[in-house]
């Protein structure tokens, strides 16, 4: 199953704790990974599923690709503004995301990204909030037998 995240609000919460980094490693992460992504993602790895990331935010690749790797985090496909807006733009705007055009089997986020009752709604798992974020949504994540 390929799993993409969205980053604000979802894996990156300035309000909420974070991840914690050594200290010459803080000086290169310009935000931080919201408490919990480590153990999830560790989670999704064990079954075999790598995390993308789909974010419409003007971030660019490589600065994702690092802030992942500083927590020791590996990530499958990153897929940013610069990438979401040429295909969006072929659905006619209809969608703030749209995962099925990048493969991705489910896409976890803080906000509804599509309109109820879509073809893709049902591939949206919408992230809680609390301190056991990463526990229940591993729960609905979980590779099923």
Not at 63 to 77: A, E, I, P, T, Y
Not at 83 to 97: I, S, T, W
Request: glycine letters at 8%; hydrophobic letters at 35%.
């Amino acid at each position: 199953m390929n799993v993409s995240f969205d980053l604000d609000g979802t894996l990156i919460c300035p309000d909420k704790p974070v991840e914690p980094l050594a200290w010459p490693l803080r000086l290169l992460a310009r935000e931080r990974l919201r408490m919990g992504t480590r153990e999830l993602f560790a989670r999704l790895g064990q079954s075999g599923i790598v995390p993308s990331i789909y974010t419409t935010s003007l971030r660019s690749p490589t600065s994702v690709r690092l802030l992942f790797r500083l927590h020791g985090l590996r990530l499958d496909r990153i897929v940013t503004a610069h990438h979401h807006g040429e295909k969006l733009a072929r659905r006619g705007g209809e969608y703030a995301k749209i995962p099925d055009e990048y493969g991705f089997a489910v896409h976890v986020d803080d906000a509804p990204v599509c309109p109820p009752g879509s073809p893709m709604d049902s591939r949206i798992v919408l992230v809680e909030d609390g301190p056991e974020w990463h526990t229940k949504l591993w729960t609905q994540l979980r590779p099923r037998e």
